[in-house]
T-cell receptor, first 115, second 112 residues
Framework: NAGVMQNPRHLVRRRGQEARLRCSPMKGHSHVYWYRQLPEEGLKFMVYLQKENIIDESGMPKERFSAEFPKEGPSILRIQQVVRGDSAAYFC?????????????FGSGTRLTVV | DAKTTQPNSMESNEEEPVHLPCNHS???????IHWYRQLPSQGPEYVIH???SNVNNRMASLAIAEDRKSSTLILHRATLRDAAVYYCILRDRNNQGGKLIFGQGTELSVKP
């Protein structure tokens, strides 16, 4: 039973390019959460999605960032026109959703470096 | 979700017990206490959670004060692999699918 799979593990982009980060939740999990961790800082919530729906995007920057979780396939976090300040580790977590008060499962993250 | 307060850092010796405290004086009756940890260069990992009674699992024990305003994560025998940032998080049981809010956590270092 594979855990949460994130790819790529490392991503290097030049300023102005687009970054696409992928997250495949655990089997049977329909809820996905994205977090960002800047160097030497804590984990900041970005967005919470269910299949085909954005539930809570209160942590998403208003511009350049978007997320989706289609009916088929992984969840995608997309960053357009990246800037140096976007360099961070991006973590995805999944859960089965309601009825569970146990743990969320996190992936190993994608480390984005903007040069 | 209510706020938690943890020490910024703690040190431990290998093979000794570690007690990681967490204060949550504004906890509500429907808040569960969750602990996660983040090892270097990895994503967070669920450790344990509880409501009122003390809890044990293969990773750790959770001791909850009678008034629930504080709790302690106990690692019975610290190993070098336990060096991580430990996060204490409150989750409302009426918001089961909601996001986790991470504070600064406690950075635990383990000396050989």
């Amino acid at each position: 039973n594979a855990g949460v799979m994130q790819n790529p593990r490392h991503l290097v982009r030049r300023r102005g390019q687009e970054a696409r980060l992928r997250c495949s939740p655990m089997k049977g999990h329909s809820h996905v959460y994205w977090y960002r961790q800047l160097p030497e800082e804590g984990l900041k919530f970005m967005v919470y999605l269910q299949k085909e729906n954005i539930i809570d995007e209160s942590g998403m920057p208003k511009e350049r960032f978007s997320a989706e979780f289609p009916k088929e396939g992984p969840s995608i976090l997309r960053i357009q026109q990246v800037v140096r300040g976007d360099s961070a580790a991006y973590f995805c977590a999944s859960s089965p959703g309601t009825g569970l008060l146990g743990g969320y499962t996190f992936g190993s993250g994608t480390r984005l470096t903007v040069v | 979700d209510a706020k938690t307060t943890q020490p910024n850092s703690m040190e431990s010796n290998e093979e000794e017990p570690v007690h990681l405290p967490c204060n949550h004086s504004t906890i509500s009756g429907t808040d569960y206490i969750h602990w996660y940890r983040q090892l270097p260069s990895q994503g967070p990992e669920y450790v344990i959670h509880g409501l009122t009674s003390n809890v044990n699992n293969r990773m750790a024990s959770l001791a909850i004060a009678e008034d629930r305003k504080s709790s302690t994560l106990i690692l019975h025998r610290a190993t070098l692999r336990d060096a991580a940032v430990y996060y204490c998080i409150l989750r409302d049981r009426n918001n089961q699918g909601g996001k986790l809010i991470f504070g600064q956590g406690t950075e635990l270092s383990v000396k050989p």
